[in-house]
């Protein structure tokens, strides 16, 4: 995963869907170094790994009953 948060995956997911990025200009985007198709799987896949870890966490407060 990146050195993002899971807040800053988040975030960045959101604004990927409001705008549009080019190989050339990807709006300071963390995940563009290296095309576009790259930065999309990139962040879909720390994205992911984002809710699974949120899901996780979710369910081991709701088993201690928190």
């Known amino acids: 995963m990146n050195n993002l948060t ?3 995956i988040v975030d960045l997911a959101n604004k990927c869907a409001t705008r549009v990025c ?3 200009n990807h709006h300071g985007c963390p995940y563009g ?4 198709m790259d930065c999309v799987e990139r962040l879909a896949s720390d994205y992911d790994a984002t809710i699974d870890s949120l ?3 979710a369910d081991r407060a709701k088993k201690a009953g928190l």
Do not use: A, P, S
């Open 55 to 57: 899901l996780d966490m």
């Open 33 to 36: 170094d290296d095309g576009i």
């Open 6 to 8: 899971e807040r800053e």
């Open 22 to 24: 080019t190989t050339d």
